[in-house]
């Protein structure tokens, strides 16, 4: 039988172990698994991130509405003086994504090429591909707008050039061709085969998303960090095509933000950036919400009305305009991207004009803004998971009056932003992907119980010893504890 100071001394030891072990443990828990994280997410062809972010495994969905002018012929006969829209949609495509020619560099980064490919959904839609849809012909529009500062004579030679294949200023075609097979407009096949004509257009049919499907290079080639150097820097983008400038001047040229699919661990950060191709610069979304997404908590990122100023409200936007600010720096709210579109009138906006400044908004009829056309990016805080994204975008053409041009000077009024088209990408995470979440919370909140309780037990080992060991103390004859004292003589 065990001795009562062997048993004593046996649970005061393993108590004061348990102890200090938990007690340190929950001191380093936190590093222990923001550095076990770490591993998981810095970008190798290893990682746990690596298959998530080469083919994004979440389901991804692209919904197009197109604008259908319902009033051409009272426009062309000077009966109406607003446009009329009506929205026509959603045509809805599943998305997929896969990284390709992936090379990693020792300057932690990875540079690769973006592949996309889309498939209708029909059944997800609210129409046909073969839907009519009437609205502003972008090569006129885009040709008025190559010519708006070239001699008067030039222009009138363009104008009955451009008379001899249109009657007007305005084109139907099928969703399909506005989307993705592309409008075959003679003035492209014409100008292709005359390369002395004063305006050059770098395609041969027009769509909004034209030689883009399953096309490798249309992205062009990005640069990306992968971590391994600083963390905080993960998924964000160092150079794109080759250069670390866009076409924009000053700090709004810089190539920066993230792709969107990696997110360093965002521990209360007030705003997030996103680096969008198709407009040449970042996006900066703000903490706005609290969410919560298959019970797992995060915080959504929304955009205010800063995302698309140049200047007017916010100043250090002026870089998107130039340095002398003229009559191509629109009002707050709508981004010139003509540069970034080989020179065509491009404006993006938000949906429905959406926190933009009315100057526009009021010279078209249809427009119905509502709160849930906002960009918005939802992620969990401790792991940089996102939990959902939803980036909505409106294309414009800019019709202005152009001396001479007359099949552009149509309208009512002589500098009109044409609502054209407006997407929305949305992704939100599958119950899948959730549970990985909710096991890597567990994980960094369940821990510093166990930890606790291990604590806890320490504690009542060291006690219940210290007690068996007083006890032995108490009942020893050898040592008791108070001692008579001797009798002193008198």
Not at 56 to 62: C, D, H, R, S, V
Not at 249 to 260: F, H, L, M, P
Not at 469 to 488: F, H, N
Request: aromatic share 12%.
């Amino acid at each position: 039988m065990v001795s009562a100071g062997k048993k004593s001394t046996c649970l005061m030891t393993c108590g004061s172990l348990l102890i200090v072990t938990g007690a340190i443990m929950v001191v380093f828990w936190p590093a222990i698994f923001y550095s076990q994280l770490k591993k998981m997410m810095i970008l190798t062809d290893s990682s746990t991130s690596f298959s998530i972010w080469k083919d994004i495994p979440i389901p991804l969905y692209l919904e197009c509405y197109l604008y259908h002018i319902t009033n051409v012929e009272e426009i062309v006969s000077g009966k109406d003086h607003k446009i009329k829209l009506e929205q026509r949609g959603p045509y809805v495509f599943r998305e997929f994504h896969t990284k390709e020619n992936i090379t990693w560099n020792e300057n932690s980064t990875v540079t690769f090429y973006n592949k996309k490919v889309w498939h209708f959904q029909a059944d997800m839609s609210n129409g046909t591909l073969a839907d009519n849809v009437t609205n502003i012909n972008p090569i006129i529009a885009t040709v008025a707008y190559f010519m708006r500062y070239q001699h008067p004579l030039l222009k009138l030679t363009v104008d009955v050039f451009m008379k001899t294949i249109h009657e007007h200023m305005f084109i139907t075609a099928t969703a399909s061709e506005w989307l993705f097979d592309g409008i075959d407009d003679p003035i492209l096949r014409i100008a292709d085969r005359f390369p002395e004509l004063p305006f050059t257009i770098p395609f041969d049919k027009f769509g909004w998303f034209y030689d883009r499907n399953e096309s490798l290079v249309y992205d062009g080639a990005f640069v990306m960090n992968t971590g391994a150097s600083d963390f905080s820097q993960l998924g964000n983008v160092q150079m794109w095509r080759h250069s670390d400038r866009t076409q924009f001047r000053g700090e709004c040229g810089e190539v920066r933000g993230s792709t969107g699919e990696l997110w360093a661990p965002e521990f209360g950060q007030e705003e997030v950036e996103i680096f969008a191709p198709d407009l040449c610069t970042y996006m900066t979304l703000f903490k706005n919400v609290s969410t919560t997404v298959l019970g797992i908590e995060g915080v959504t990122y929304a955009a205010n009305d800063s995302l698309f100023d140049n200047g007017y409200k916010y100043p250090r936007k002026a870089c998107y305009c130039d340095e002398v600010r003229d009559r191509d720096c629109l009002p707050s709210g709508a981004l010139n991207v003509s540069q970034c579109r080989y020179g065509a009138p491009a404006m993006v906006t938000q949906p429905h004009f959406l926190n933009m400044d009315p100057y526009y908004a009021q010279k078209v009829e249809g427009m119905d803004p509502k709160p849930d056309m906002n960009m918005a990016l939802t992620l969990e805080m401790f792991t940089g998971m996102p939990l959902g994204v939803s980036a909505q975008l409106q294309i414009n053409m800019l019709i202005r009056y152009v001396e001479a041009i007359s099949l552009n000077n149509q309208l009512p009024e002589d500098d009109v932003l044409v609502p054209m088209m407006w997407f929305r990408q949305e992704l939100s995470t599958t119950e899948e992907y959730a549970n990985l979440a909710r096991v890597a919370l567990n994980v960094r909140y369940g821990v510093p119980y166990g930890l606790y309780a291990l604590t806890a037990i320490g504690a009542l080992l060291l006690l219940f010893g210290i007690y068996i060991l007083v006890k032995k103390i108490m009942k020893s004859p050898e040592t008791p504890i108070l001692r008579e004292s001797p009798s002193v003589e008198e």
